[in-house]
Structures are given as structure tokens and as C-alpha cells.
């Protein structure tokens, strides 16, 4: 307490003998103000846009503008600037009081890792004799353009290239004593520049994560989903109890959190996602909060993607989504916001960056969930899929409406990352979609949740299990599927939201194959499950297998002077 | 060829790109106070150009200003600089450069000339690329206008050959990090805010800047090279333009 006195004082002192000396005139204090305020703000940024995960193209011109702070064409996004001011609330960098933009990566798993800390500082070594309009403001745009240098150049950069899938960075804005413990041992420095003012100067530096042991790069390489689809809308699932998002990661510094965290037993969050293979025009995804009133159905396109497994993770969309939640009130620059997103939208000022490649073809939203929220917060959208194997053994195979909320995660408390809140249903074509609020139940199916191994009946339709044995049929694998056509529509559930009224896709004619485009969709929309993934069948298989191991080594044995002829040919 | 400059020092001048420097400007002796910075890069054969574009480029970055509209009694107004992000093909590396068809185009000739050159002199692989940016000082007729350097930026480049696509692997990576670095020094020596020309009057203003771009407006430049050979003498590439140029004083 009493060293934040003092240090108020020198900073009162600070300024006012620095005021005194220089003869600095009102206007040029203006400026300066001004100038110092624009600069913290065109650097936010030029951080939050070089982490976006994409490459930033801006457009010189020979005409000044008037409105390109320092001559430089640095787009703002709106949230980001809105964040900023609310961090700086009003204030300016000044000593012991910096604006820092922190970096972070958050994997699919829910792990989280600081990467960076950006530091506008201001110290107490004045120049007095520079000029502010002139000097100072060129120099500030030398500082911007060190910045955009910079930014490229550190470890953080290549990272949140290759974000998307597995990871995202995120980026939170905090004012006040810069923190550095989060970034692990022997990080390092990189300083950006300084420029000297009459009443101080002005510092830019970056601290950086190197012990990236648990995050390499390489391990985020791993094979692309199956049908190599983008997909831009993803909701953050729950996080199961262990809820690895705390707030505490994401509180400001000195600051009172007092009503930061509400508490959010009553809005659970729901995600339910559905998948089952498909073409890629079709994808189907609905996210749903419980404690959502109006529930608008926002977009378009259904896609439904095939999920075998593999943790699709997160991918961010550029800028479809803004939700505020009002309802939870959660505390200002508390939470780290995807990096992606920020070219976010609210309601009052859609600005969508050019987020080329991520968007798999598909057409972007242009309308906005209409929440009536205040453009604010939770500007993240999120995503993951669910996992079809994880979801195979904790829920059963069932369309109900509880199976939904037992997903979400109870244990939560205002993690910032759950509130992605939004349905999206995208409807595409003639493909019928079932009201909301029975596809989101309907949709917590599991990739083949019919061919779920609880449900025995389904086994033994399953071609996997047991083979038919038609050789007569023309095609065995159209028999096979045949039958699972069959006993896919009498269970029906999971499908029944997606029903083909009237498919006549162009240039499906094919006279070689007896059967047009539909059919064949129809047929094969839903494989049987593969036997290894079935948990029991592979339990059984395996029980047979371990039997059947004295067997084959009796015989293997037996056979010992063959293999070992064998094996001397090959030398 | 230049009266003053020893033979180390003989290089291929490449014309300013704006090409309005109409009259030959005869390099003058190294101002005592010009800044000199020198770097130096390891790279393979086909990372020579993306490496030196990306150091020319961040140089010119810091290097370059809007385009100035004068107005009277003396002001002037600044256009806007437009920035955009350029990845590497063979190098796992990323950088900015300012938004300009035309200085990119006169930089990937320069590097472009600088790698053919380096490639095909049958030197080691020893080279050397400077980026010299210069003042013109007006003089009376029939002297012509001196060039006055207040900063050159050298980029020493080693040319290695791998044996297998591991090695290139490794390489990208390699140069990347230190392309890394060297932007790093780079950004480092232009926040030290030593000498930069004063801005100009509306008339002074192409003795300071390259006017002739549409766009942007950065100091006025010039870019030259030097391959060394095995010998350890400076083989040199002439440009009949050069010599042009130097012999119609």
C-alpha cells in the first residue's frame, strides 16, 4: 500500500517537473496525449493482427487519408480497439503503468501456455528538447513499422500460423504491472524501440516464451480430417469437470474481480455437434446454450463432417460469430480472446477480415445472431467437434434431450472459453432440416451412433460382425450396405433430421453405375461402424486373440527350421 | 572506373530505379559520419534471393515514408504507407514489406541480377549486396551533383551447397532463425535515431527522396554488388548503362 503511494507520487512529481521544464505548451501536450493514446492503440493492433493466423495485406496511398494514424495503413478491428480502450480505460502508459498485450496458445485439450507479452512502458528519461508534432510522431511511426518487423520475427508467429486444428492463440489486453511469471524459465527479450518525449520514454519490447518442451510445432502436423474439410464453425465443447479454463489464468493484475465471475450453474452451456459422413456441402453443427432465450437459428448451410476419432479441435471462424453475453457479465479484459475471431462482428459494426483458406468454401454468414448485447466480450468462437470415440463410451447411442446437458460440464465457473453461444444450423439446398431444438438433440448423435455396440440388434446387422453371405449379389458391398441402409432407417434416429426430399445434383447422371447421384448418397450416408473402433467387438476379438496365442506359437514353433532358412536367404 | 575507390571496392552500381537521376552521380568518398552496417547470412543456392529480399525489404520498410503532397507556406502532408506480408518459399520465414509493385520490382531485379551473378562467376560463393542510401548535393555546373552516403547497409552472403533433401530441411529452418535475427539487428540500429536527412523543402525534396515511385517515397537509394572470387579478388559485373552513365559527365 504504502509503496503504491509512492510510487503515485513520483509519478505525479515525474510528470509535473517534467511539464515544468520543457515549456510544453497545452497544444503540443494535447498532442502528445493523443498521439501516445493512438499509438497504444494502432499497437494492439499490429500484435492481435500478426496473430491472427493469417497474412496481413494493406494498401499504400499516395493521398493522405486523414485518418491513417502515423501514415501508416494499419486496419483497425473493432473489437480489438474496443478491448484496448477498455483495458487503457481512459488512462496512458505511464510509469509503472503499462499496457501489455499477452499472447497464449490453447490447445483442443484445454491446455494453455503463455507465449508472449508485448509492453508499452514509459519511463522517466525525458526529451526535452524534441519536438512532439514533429519528431515525436515520426518516430512513433518508425516504432509501428519496427513493430510490424518484429512481430514476424518471433517464435509466436509461425506458431499461430499453423492454428486452427489443434490449437488457437488468444490475446487479453491488461494495463497496470507487467507480468512475466507465465512465460516460464529463460524466456527472452526482444526490445522493439523506444522514443523519447518530454515526459518520458516511450519503451516497446516483447518477452518471449522459448521452452515451447510440451508444444512443438511438429506435434500439431498430424493427419488432416478425413475429408480434408475446413471447417469454420466449431463451438468450444464443454469441458468435462476437470475444466481446465480458470480464471485466475485470465484476471488482471491489480485489478478487483470482485463481479468478474458469475456464476453460471444456471446456463449451462450444451454443445452438441453432430457428424456422420457426408460430401463436404453438407455439414451439419449446432451449438446451444441452455440458458438461451431466443435461440435464433443463424446460418445457413448444414454440413455435416465425418469425425473418426481424431480430436478436430479448434478452428477459429474469422468472423461469424459474436455473442456477448449479457447474462453473464462476465469482467472486463478477464479473458483471452481467440486471435482469429478478431475480426469479430457485433451487431453494430460487421467488419469481416479476409481470412482466406479457412473457410472450406463455404459462403460466410452475413447475418448476426441478434442478441441485443452490448459489443463486448466473448467475441470467440471456438470449436471443437465432439470426439466420436470419446462420446461412443460415455453416452449412449440414444437422441435424448438429457444426453445433451450431460455434456455440458457442471463444474465450470465463468471460463471465459465456454461461452460460445450460438446455434448455427446452416441449412443448404433441398435438404430438409428438422426445427431447432430437435436436431440439437437429435444431434448429439455420435458419428454411427446406430451401429453403437450397445445396441445389439445393430450388431448383428453389421456387416463387420457378420458377414453376409451373398455371393450372388452383384456388388457385395452394395448388399452389405443394403442391409444397413435398412436397419439404419429403422432405427432412423440419427438421420431422420437430414432427410433427402428431392436430391437432383448436376452432372450426377451416370450410366455405367444402375443408380443416380441420390441413391448412391443414400446408400452409403451411413457405413457401418469399422469393427476395430467398436469397443466390445474389439474386447472380444482381442479375448479371442490372446486365447489363440499358444496356438499359433505351438505352431509357429514347429515350423522354426523353415523360418530360419527364411531368414538366411535373406542375408 | 572511380577515381577514389580502391580496387576492393569496385562494384556494380546499379541505377537508382527511379531512373531520374538524370545526371551521373559520381560516388563521392565515404562521409566520415555514414553509418555502416554489415550483416552476414549462410543460405543455399535457391534462398539467396528470398533472404535478401527479406533484409532489403525490412530495411526500406523503416526506410521509406508516405508520399508528400506540398502545400503552401511550406507544409507538407504524408501519404499513406501500406504494409503486406510476404512468405518464403524456401525458407520457413515471413516478412513485411511496404505495398509497392514498383519498389518490389526494383529490388527483386537487383537481387535478382546480385544471384545470377553470384551463381554464375564461378566464385566460392562469396558475395556481397549494399544498400546505400545517399543525399544528392546540388553543384554548379559542369560539376556534376555529388552523392553523399549517410547510411550503407551490407549483406555479406555465403553460398553452401547440400547434399540431401534432410539437409535443405534443416537449412530452411536454419535460415529462418537467422533471418530472424537479422531482422532483429536491423530493427535495432534504426530505433537507434541517429542521422536522418532533414525534411526537405518542396524543392530539395528529390535530393533526399526517390519521388519517382507512385506510392511510396523512400530515401533515395541505391543498390550495388560484389562477388568475390576464389582468388579473394572482387570480380565485377559492369552494366553497360553504368559505364554510360559514369563516361557522359
Known sequence: ?571 | MKGASSNKRESAALPSPAGNTGLACPRAQTAMNCRAEVLEVSVEGRQIEEAMLAVLHTILLHRSTGKFHYKKEGTYSIGTVGTQDVDCDFIDFTYARVSSEELDRALRKAVGEFKDALRYSGSDGIGQISLEFYQKKKSRWPFSDECIPWEVWTVKVNVVNLANEQERQICREKVGEKLCEKIINIVEVMNRHEYLPKMPTQSEVDNVFDTGLKDVQPYLYKISYQITDSLGSSVTTTMRRLIKDTLAL
Open chain 1, 1 to 571: 500500500m504504502n509503496m503504491d503511494i509512492a510510487r503515485r507520487g513520483r509519478q505525479a512529481i515525474h510528470r509535473f517537473s517534467c511539464a515544468m521544464d520543457t515549456d510544453l505548451n497545452s497544444q503540443d501536450r494535447k498532442d502528445l496525449d493523443k498521439f501516445i493514446k493512438f499509438f497504444a492503440l494502432k499497437t494492439v493492433q499490429v500484435i492481435v493482427q500478426a496473430r491472427l493466423g493469417e497474412k496481413i495485406c494493406t494498401r499504400s496511398s499516395s493521398s493522405p487519408t486523414g485518418s491513417d494514424w502515423f501514415n501508416l495503413a494499419i486496419k483497425d478491428i473493432p473489437e480489438v480497439t474496443h478491448e484496448a480502450k477498455k483495458a487503457l480505460a481512459g488512462q496512458l502508459p505511464a510509469i509503472g503503468r503499462s499496457m501489455c498485450v499477452e499472447i497464449s496458445l490453447k490447445t483442443s485439450e484445454g491446455d494453455s501456455m503463455e507465449l508472449e507479452i508485448w509492453c508499452l512502458e514509459m519511463n522517466e528519461k525525458c526529451d526535452k528538447e524534441i519536438k512532439v508534432s514533429y519528431t515525436v510522431y515520426n518516430r512513433l511511426s518508425l516504432l509501428l513499422k519496427s513493430l510490424l518487423a518484429i512481430t514476424r520475427v518471433t517464435p509466436a508467429y509461425r506458431l499461430s500460423r499453423k492454428q486452427g486444428h489443434e490449437y488457437v492463440i488468444l490475446y487479453r489486453i491488461y494495463f497496470g504491472e507487467v507480468q512475466l511469471s507465465g512465460l516460464g524459465e529463460g524466456f527472452q527479450t526482444v526490445r522493439v524501440g523506444t522514443v523519447g518525449t518530454p515526459l518520458g520514454t516511450i519503451t516497446l519490447s516483447c518477452a518471449y516464451r522459448i521452452n515451447l518442451a510440451f508444444i512443438s510445432t511438429r506435434q500439431f502436423e498430424r493427419t488432416p480430417p478425413i475429408m480434408g474439410i475446413i471447417i469454420d464453425h466449431f463451438v468450444d465443447r464443454p469441458y468435462p469437470s476437470s475444466s481446465p479454463m480458470h480464471p485466475c489464468n485470465y484476471r488482471t493484475t491489480g485489478e478487483d474481480n470482485g463481479a468478474a465471475y458469475p456464476s453460471v450453474e444456471d446456463s449451462q452451456e450444451v454443445c452438441t455437434t453432430s457428424f456422420s459422413t457426408s460430401p463436404p456441402s453438407q455439414c451439419v453443427f449446432t451449438v446451444t446454450k441452455a440458458h438461451f432465450q431466443t435461440p435464433p437459428p443463424v446460418v445457413m448451410d448444414t454440413l455435416k463432417v465425418p469425425m473418426m476419432g481424431l480430436a478436430f479441435s479448434h478452428q477459429l471462424s474469422s468472423s461469424r460469430l459474436s455473442y456477448q453475453p449479457a447474462a453473464l457479465g462476465v469482467g472486463s479484459a478477464d479473458m483471452g480472446y481467440p486471435v482469429i475471431f478478431a475480426g469479430g462482428l457485433n451487431a453494430a459494426h460487421p467488419h469481416q477480415l479476409i481470412v482466406p483458406g479457412k473457410e472450406g468454401g463455404v459462403p460466410p454468414v452475413p447475418s448476426q445472431p441478434a442478441h441485443g448485447t452490448q459489443a463486448d466480450h466473448e467475441r470467440m468462437v471456438m470449436c471443437t467437434p465432439l470426439d466420436g470415440a470419446l462420446y461412443s463410451a460415455a453416452t449412449p447411442s440414444s437422441s435424448e434431450d438429457t444426453e445433451t446437458v450431460s455434456n455440458s460440464s457442471e463444474g465450470k465457473s465463468g471460463s471465459p472459453h465456454d461461452l460460445l453461444e450460438t446455434i448455427f444450423v446452416r441449412k443448404v439446398g433441398a435438404f430438409v432440416n428438422k426445427p431447432i431444438n430437435q436436431v440439437t438433440m437429435a444431434s448429439l448423435d455420435i458419428p454411427f451412433a446406430m451401429f453403437a455396440p450397445k445396441n445389439v440388434e445393430l450388431e448383428d446387422n453389421d456387416p463387420m460382425v457378420n458377414p453376409p453371405d451373398s455371393p450372388d449379389v452383384e456388388s457385395p458391398l452394395q448388399g452389405s450396405l443394403h442391409s444397413e441402409v435398412s436397419s439404419g432407417s429403422s432405427t432412423g434416429n440419427t438421420h431422420d433430421d437430414f432427410v433427402m426430399v428431392d436430391f437432383k445434383p448436376a452432372f450426377s447422371k451416370d450410366d455405367i453405375l444402375p443408380m443416380d447421384l441420390g441413391t448412391f448418397y443414400r446408400e452409403f450416408q451411413n457405413p457401418p461402424q469399422l469393427s476395430s473402433l467398436s469397443i466390445d467387438i474389439g474386447a472380444q476379438s482381442m479375448a479371442e486373440d490372446l486365447d489363440s496365442l499358444p496356438e499359433k506359437l505351438a505352431v509357429h514353433e514347429k515350423n522354426v527350421k523353415e523360418f530360419d532358412a527364411f531368414v538366411e536367404t535373406l542375408q
